[in-house]
């Protein structure tokens, strides 16, 4: 009995440690998740971390309709709260990291004029993310509504299903893009430099992006899911955001 009880103890064991884990990330995050992912499989080397990236929107539509996923790393609060209050998420949504928008060009700009650049002759095409289910397209249509810009440019506007789409558009086809600040951390990014190629929205001109994180109810109690939320959530992960330009 003594032997069968080792048995069955060490295979629970080992279920638990090597295990996948399926998330549904934000496409904002993907600049840093390669950092992320690296520092987590530092503490959990046995735990193998399954990404699907997209828009908060579409993905949330996923989630609601089936996907398989765990855990949701969402570009703001609206999506993982609607998941939360229909049951579809097992812990109340809380804020892992606060993204800023920036305004991106592959040629020098005068950003001194900040984002009544939008409006000048040399700048034909803007990208931007969808702002019906991208937060960074939202926060990007919200900023040139509130600069009183919207209807002078928005002939102008070019739409990305997700920011890091914009972020694409923005390097291959257009002049100008609203992309998260968090892009220009990356490895391939670096050689944009700000006040020549980019600058920071004012935060002034749109709500805080508090993106949000929830476990959802596919986890089934999931230790390993449970180990990559708190490790989401820690000092490590923290650094990590706060290199990629996102407020803490």
């Not at 989630?63 to 609607?82: S, T, W």
């Not at 102008?156 to 998260?180: I, M, P, Q, R």
Request: proline letters at 4%; aromatic letters at 12%; one cysteine or more.
């Amino acid at each position: 009995m003594v032997k069968k009880f080792i048995i069955v103890f060490s295979f629970c064991c080992l279920s638990l440690s090597a295990s996948v884990i399926n998330i549904a990330v934000a496409a904002n995050v993907s600049y840093a998740l390669n950092d992320l992912k690296s520092e987590f499989h530092k503490i959990y080397p046995d735990i193998k971390v399954q990404v699907t990236l997209g828009s908060s929107g579409k993905l949330t539509a996923q989630i609601k309709n089936g996907a398989p996923y765990e855990l949701f790393m969402a570009a703001n609060m609206k999506y993982p709260n609607a998941l939360y209050a229909k049951g579809l998420a097992t812990t109340k949504p809380v804020v892992y990291a606060k993204g800023s928008l920036a305004m991106l060009s592959t040629r020098s700009q005068d950003f001194a004029k900040g984002i009544a650049i939008t409006t000048m002759p040399n700048i034909k095409k803007i990208a931007i993310a969808n702002p019906n289910t991208a937060p960074y397209g939202k926060a990007a249509k919200e900023a040139l509504k509130n600069a009183s810009l919207y209807t002078l440019v928005k002939y102008k506007l070019v739409y990305a299903e997700s920011v890091s789409g914009a972020v694409a558009y923005t390097v291959n086809a257009t002049d100008l893009g609203f992309v998260a600040k968090s892009s220009l951390f990356s490895p391939r990014m670096k050689r944009f430099k700000k006040g020549v190629n980019w600058m920071e929205v004012d935060p002034k001109l749109y709500t805080p992006i508090k993106q949000g994180i929830v476990i959802l109810k596919n986890a089934k109690n999931s230790r390993a899911i449970k180990a990559f939320y708190d490790f989401i959530l820690s000092k490590k992960a923290k650094r990590i955001f706060k290199s990629y330009g996102y407020v803490l």
